[in-house]
């Protein structure tokens, strides 16, 4: 009997693994590899019933997705080594930086191929100062000797390669791909619905809500009838601001949601005004690929989805005042216009953020490792 390939992927979230990398287990799966994950596990048990339902073996590890505690941090180094020890495994893929930096070091220290995904810089490496001096030591260590590293956009790659963070290859990705099966063109609304804008992320300043908000409330004064929506749970302390808005009937807050296209169905357009460091924005991927046009900014990870003028617009980031124009000039235009400026989103989606071409590209890495 020949043993089947091992592979094994950290992450730092139950989200992180399945939601976003779901197809690529069930492909590793179906072609025989046998497939471990690692992550913390949430309060309901969340990775043991996926691990069952995608085929693949779970083992929890304690971790805090933020901050850096150089104790907690050193234990998640030893459960690691422990782990990587134990499952032994033909090659190791890993997403965000703990899993990166971490996993990395001790992949290369017990000499197994390792493929990281750098899924956007973070706070950490995005400003300049000690802790950025620190993880860029870090990422110079564990992804030296990686067979490959994936990006999620280019202006990620570039700050690597001007810092001197040295690899054997790097390709870049469409983000984590999108779903098209899941996320299918949904019918636009009619020509006499109230506009509705819709802002799906967490509700922090990085993503862009002030900038929003400040929109909503310049907007409502000249079109009353146009209607805000907010998705999303409050990461910093906007929960207060978020209420008042509501009672002068500004916004709408939903809180954090389950399936974000039921909301998607009845809105015109998804706004996400971000400066987070991330990879590709998975909000735009989803938005759009649901046939909505999107008006986000010209920052790396947003810019990329969007065609602007054709498939939605692109703002100046941190500028309320460009994003408060540009909803006012969609708010204006034909609904007819709207709706085929999502139709051209969904095209984009379709052509060149698949989530079928970020599966084939890791199948082909992992076939190149083992």
Excluded at 11 to 24: I, M, P, Q, T
Excluded at 138 to 166: A, E, M, P, R, W
Aim: hydrophobic content about 35%; aromatic content about 10%; charged content about 25%.
């Amino acid at each position: 009997m020949v043993n089947k390939k091992r592979v094994l992927i950290l992450g730092n979230s139950h989200l992180v693994v399945f939601k976003f990398r779901g197809e690529l287990i069930e492909e590793l799966v179906r072609q025989d590899y046998d497939v471990w994950v690692c992550f913390p596990n949430g309060p309901f048990g969340e990775g043991e019933e996926a691990s069952k339902k995608y085929g693949c073996h779970f083992i929890e590890i304690k971790m805090e997705r933020r901050g850096a505690n150089p104790i907690k941090d050193f234990s998640i180094i030893k459960e690691y080594y422990s782990i990587v020890r134990s499952v032994k495994p033909d090659v190791a893929l890993a997403y965000t930086v703990k899993p990166d930096v971490y996993g990395g070091a001790v992949c290369r220290l017990l000499n197994v191929p390792f493929i990281p995904n750098i899924t956007g810089l973070g706070k950490g490496l995005d400003e300049k100062g000690i802790v950025q001096k620190i993880i860029i030591a870090l990422y110079k260590f564990s992804i030296k000797k990686s067979n490959c590293v994936f990006f999620q956009n280019h202006n990620d790659k570039d700050f690597f390669d001007t810092h001197g963070i040295v690899y054997k290859q790097g390709k870049v990705l469409p983000g984590s791909g999108v779903n098209l099966s899941k996320f299918q063109l949904l019918s636009y609304p009619g020509d006499n619905e109230p506009i509705r804008f819709i802002y799906v992320a967490r509700v922090m300043k990085t993503k862009g809500i002030e900038q929003y908000l400040e929109a909503a409330h310049v907007i409502k004064q000249q079109y009353p009838d146009v209607e805000f929506h907010v998705c999303g749970f409050c990461e910093e302390d906007y929960k207060a601001i978020l209420e008042e808005k509501e009672k002068c009937e500004e916004i709408v807050y939903h809180g954090l949601v389950d399936d974000i296209s039921e909301y998607e169905k009845f809105s015109h357009c998804v706004v996400l005004p971000s400066f987070h460091p991330e990879g590709i924005s998975n909000v735009l991927l989803e938005g759009a690929a649901c046939g909505r046009p999107l008006i986000t900014t010209d920052h790396p990870g947003c810019k990329e989805v969007v065609e602007d003028g054709v498939t939605g617009y692109i703002v100046r980031q941190r500028d309320g005042k460009d994003l408060t124009e540009k909803m006012i000039h969609f708010i204006q235009m034909p609904n007819s216009a709207r709706r085929k400026m999502g139709q051209l989103g969904r095209r984009k989606i379709e052509r060149e953020f698949n989530r079928q071409i970020v599966v084939s590209a890791y199948v082909k890495e992992i076939q190149n490792c083992v």
